[in-house]
C-alpha cells in the first residue's frame, strides 16, 4: 500500500525557513518523480514543485523560485522541500504527491496518490 | 502565463447528470487531469489523459476534450460526489510547470 507521510509543517514568522519532509512508503520511490502542492486555506491547489525520480531534474513555480528548493534522499525513501524568506502568502496545506507512472526523463506531470499534508502557517 | 478556467460552481440533484468545463489554450496539446477533492481530504485522482479513469473510480465518471476545452461528467449524480474538483494540465511552453485550475464546487442538491 503506498504511502506519504508529511511531516515538518507549523507556525514561523515571516523571513523565517522551514524544513518539509514526505516519507513514503509502498512502492520503488527511486523510481517516481515526485511534487509539491500546496492549498491556501479556503482555496484552490497550487502546485509548488517537482523533482526526477533521481533528483537530477527540479522544478519550481514561480511564486516560489529562488526561494524553495526540493530534493530527495533515495535511500530514505523521503522528499524534503527547504523553504526559505517565507511570506504570509506561504501560508497553506503543504500536500506531497506521487506521480501516476514512470517518467522516461523529468516528471510524468499527475499524481495517483497524495499524502495528508501538514500545515505551514507564517504569520509574526 | 498559461491559467485554466473553470466555472465556480454548478449544481445538480441526485441520479441528474453533472458536466464541469475547463478551458486552456493549450488543451489542444496538453493531457488533462482531473481531481475530486471533499473537505478536510487530499485530493484524489478521477480522469488522467483527458478520459482514462483510474481502478476504484465508478464509471459515473468520465472524461472528454474538444479543442481548447475538457468536460468531467458524473453521470447518476450521487450525494457522496459533493466535493470540489479541480482540473490540471502541464505548461511545457518554457519552464516546465503543472497548473491548476481554480476548482469547481460540486454540490448535490
Known amino acids: 500500500e503506498v504511502q506519504l507521510l508529511e511531516s515538518g509543517g507549523g507556525l514561523v514568522q515571516p523571513g523565517g525557513s522551514l524544513r518539509l519532509s514526505c516519507a513514503a512508503s509502498?512502492?520503488?520511490?527511486?523510481?517516481?518523480?515526485m511534487s509539491w502542492v500546496r492549498q491556501a486555506p479556503g482555496k484552490g491547489l497550487e502546485w509548488v514543485s517537482a523533482?526526477?525520480?533521481?533528483?537530477?531534474?527540479?522544478y519550481y513555480a514561480d511564486s516560489v523560485k529562488g526561494r524553495f528548493t526540493i530534493s530527495r534522499d533515495n535511500s530514505k525513501n523521503t522528499l524534503y522541500l527547504q523553504m526559505n524568506s517565507l511570506r504570509a502568502e506561504d501560508t497553506a496545506v503543504y500536500y506531497c504527491?506521487?506521480?501516476?507512472?514512470?517518467?522516461?526523463?523529468?516528471?510524468?506531470?499527475?499524481?495517483?496518490?497524495w499524502g495528508q499534508g501538514t500545515l505551514v502557517t507564517v504569520s509574526s | 502565463s498559461y491559467e485554466l478556467t473553470q466555472p465556480p460552481s454548478v449544481s445538480v440533484s441526485p441520479g441528474q447528470t453533472a458536466r464541469i468545463t475547463c478551458s486552456g489554450d493549450a488543451l489542444p496539446k496538453q493531457y488533462a487531469y482531473w481531481y475530486q477533492q471533499k473537505p478536510g481530504q487530499a485530493p484524489v485522482l478521477v480522469i488522467y489523459k483527458d478520459s482514462e479513469r483510474p481502478s476504484g473510480i465508478p464509471e459515473r465518471f468520465s472524461g472528454s476534450s474538444s479543442g481548447t476545452t475538457v468536460t468531467l461528467t458524473i453521470s447518476g449524480v450521487q450525494a457522496e460526489d459533493e466535493a470540489d474538483y479541480y482540473c490540471q494540465s502541464a505548461d511545457s511552453s518554457g519552464t516546465y510547470r503543472v497548473v491548476f485550475g481554480g476548482g469547481t464546487k460540486l454540490t448535490v442538491l
Open positions: 509502498g512502492f520503488t520511490f527511486s523510481s517516481y518523480a
Open positions: 504527491a506521487k506521480d501516476a507512472d514512470i517518467a522516461v526523463a523529468g516528471t510524468v506531470g499527475y499524481f495517483d496518490y
Open positions: 523533482i526526477s525520480g533521481s533528483g537530477g531534474s527540479t
